[in-house]
């Protein structure tokens, strides 16, 4: 694909190393010509490199295909997703998953990228609901501005939360950031 | 996810009223100066055929993608000071400083040089910081800037001497010097202060006359400020013969880069015959706005883009 079609997200290989573009900047002197400056994640060691393109230059675009899947386990720093219509199992590393890893749920469905027969990456849904298992006990009364205190959801995951949420609560996270979004129920 | 419409018009609200502001400062520096403010056509038949300037059509014209052709030959039948706002379209041009369609401030004053209009570019936005509450010192994007004038002036080849290595008037490699330029020598600029970058090789002399007494070099000059291209100035290139030479080659050249056919400007080579000494320069405002703004991207200073038709 022509340089100036690549987009942040867009999937490329280079010397068959695939890569996500984790930021693509256009910049041009006035009567220059256009330079591209691309921000490259590899997709299988995590390794992060910056190239420099210029317009009319080309990239080998990936060709990637979905598939619906579900989260079953993990072991050690392997997580392991199931074809839910093949069965096949997938496994990606907690490296490659990066942040993702703290919102996954047994049997949760997600979207997984392949590459032919090899996984690559997943998509969650943008926020999701999980139970508070252990936050700290506020000392503060009620203030205008909510204090913010430190929980653990059910996944294991540290997040702050507003000093109201109890133990029990299910509260909504954004998975592209990993913060608080708001509380969804009140537990007992 | 992309922000609702209604929430980003009004997340940007004290943007656009601080770019009103800012044109009122330009429209009165101008007036007091005795500039006339005019309007040119933003479509039309010709346009200065440039290698790296992509146009779009309409129909068999073209839609400007600078309003230069047209003030040159208003300064030709005799205006002396001019200047205009207008809406300018680049094809391709989109990322954080760029929009395909943006506004540029171009002016123009008879009997002066690039230098001499490079003085009107500091007094200018020298004079627009106090009206908005600045020092001589803005804040741009966490980097202090500091806008007393003279602002330093480096000529194109000490700059490429000193950040890239080498010399782009004794050699002729534009792929070379795009590249470094926004690899080495811009990232060079001091973040403290403008950059004035000065004396461009003959090559790259696109409007502007070559220097007298060095012929290797254009009087061609170009503003930075906090790492954004601002303004390019010329002292106006007014012979004819050398203008339709180079008008040639540049179509020539397009021809074998894109495979576009653009005409050559007639009307406005035949008034460079004209034109008296002058300089002039092209200065994009969504950028200036940018920059008092504290604005990181074109995004936060323009209502609609081409992301949010």
């Known amino acids: 694909m022509e340089i100036s079609g690549v987009r942040r997200n867009s999937k490329i290989l280079i010397d068959g190393a695939l890569y996500n573009v984790e930021e693509a900047e256009f910049t041009k002197p006035g009567k220059g010509r256009s330079v591209y400056r691309l921000r490259l994640k590899n997709l299988r060691d995590g390794g992060i490199i910056d190239r420099t393109y210029r317009s009319g230059e080309k990239v080998e675009e990936a060709s990637m295909n979905t598939e619906e899947e579900q989260y079953l386990y993990h072991e050690g720093d392997q997580y392991y997703f199931m074809n839910t219509k093949t069965f096949d199992q997938h496994p990606l590393s907690a490296d490659l998953l990066g942040i993702k890893k703290n919102f996954l749920k047994e049997g949760m469905e997600v979207v997984m990228l392949m590459m032919g027969d090899e996984p690559i990456d997943v998509t969650l849904p943008i926020t999701i609901d999980l139970k508070v298992i252990e936050t700290e006990i506020s000392t503060k009364t009620a203030t205008i501005t909510p204090q913010m205190k430190s929980s653990i959801v059910e996944t294991g995951y540290r997040i702050d939360t507003p000093s109201f949420i109890k133990v029990g609560d299910v509260i909504k996270v954004d998975t592209r950031s990993g913060n608080y979004v708001e509380r969804v129920s009140t537990g007992k | ?309």
Request: hydrophobic fraction near 45%.
């Open chain 2, 1 to 309: 996810m992309a922000e609702d419409e209604h929430r980003r018009l009004a997340r940007l609200a004290p943007n656009l009223r601080r770019r009103a502001q800012i044109y009122d400062f330009i429209r009165a520096f101008f007036k007091e100066r005795d500039f006339l403010e005019v309007e040119t056509p933003i479509r039309a038949p010709a346009i200065a055929p440039e290698p790296f300037i992509v146009p779009f059509q309409s129909e068999d014209w073209f839609l400007a993608a600078s309003p230069e052709l047209h003030m040159k030959r208003l300064l030709a039948a005799g205006y002396e000071k001019l200047f205009q706002f207008s809406h300018c379209f680049r094809k391709g041009e989109r990322g954080r400083w760029h929009n395909p369609e943006f506004i540029m401030l171009e002016w123009y004053r008879q009997g002066a040089d690039y230098l001499g209009i490079i003085e009107d570019t500091e007094q200018l936005i020298a004079s627009i910081a106090p009206k908005l509450g600045f020092k001589n010192t803005i804040t741009y994007q966490g980097k202090k800037l500091d806008l007393t004038f003279p602002w330093p002036r480096i000529t194109v080849r000490d700059a490429y001497i000193k950040s890239a290595g080498w010399d782009p008037v004794a050699v002729n490699d534009s792929v070379r010097f795009d590249m470094d330029f926004v690899s080495k020598v811009l990232p060079a600029f001091s973040p403290e202060r403008p950059t004035v970058l000065i004396d461009y090789p003959a090559p790259q002399a696109s409007l502007a006359r070559l220097k007298p007494g060095n012929p290797l070099v254009a009087e061609r000059a170009e503003v930075f400020i906090g790492g954004l291209e601002l303004a390019n100035a010329y002292s106006e290139l007014i012979d004819a013969r050398e203008q339709a030479s180079r008008f040639r080659e540049a179509v020539e050249e397009i021809r074998r880069e894109r495979g576009q056919d653009m005409p050559l400007p007639d009307s406005f080579i035949k008034a460079v015959a004209r034109l008296p000494e002058c300089g002039g320069i092209a200065l994009g405002i969504d950028r200036l706005v940018m920059l008092f703004c504290d604005a990181a991207s074109i995004d936060d200073v323009m209502a609609f883009t081409a992301d949010n038709t």
